[in-house]
């Protein structure tokens, strides 16, 4: 069983920065036995995936956030982070923390509201 915790969203104005965290919890170092992603939905959409970061390090983006955002992980926290810099309107979501391999772990997500 896995417990994933998301937090750092907030409101924040266009071309503004914010970093969620993603605390994960469980039976041993959980960012070593899964991959780690950040996914988000938006009223009337489906979820996306944003970000996802490997075991091995190996890290994709989806083409809105290139250059923007930055996935990150510390595995001695077993802490998972979503760097969002040059927010745009379009980002406003609800984020979620994922953790995946042959199962999967959800966050109850946190709001990023970005508006000016």
């Known amino acids: 069983q896995v417990h994933l915790v998301e937090s750092g969203g907030g409101l924040v104005q266009p071309g503004g920065s914010l970093r969620l965290s993603c605390a994960a919890s469980?039976?041993?170092?959980?960012?070593?036995?899964?991959?780690m992603a950040w996914f988000r939905q938006s009223p009337g959409k489906a979820r996306e995936v944003v970000a996802i970061?490997?075991?091995?390090?190996?890290?994709y983006y989806t083409d809105s956030v290139k250059g923007r955002f930055t996935i990150s992980k510390d595995n001695a926290n077993d802490t998972v982070y979503l760097l969002m810099d040059s927010l745009k309107l379009e980002d406003t979501a609800v984020y979620y923390c994922?953790?995946?391999?042959?199962?999967?772990?959800w966050g109850q997500g946190t709001q990023v509201t970005v508006s000016s």
């Open positions: 994922n953790a995946f391999n042959t199962q999967d772990y």
């Open positions: 469980g039976t041993g170092s959980i960012l070593s036995m899964y991959n």
């Open positions: 970061i490997r075991r091995d390090n190996s890290t």
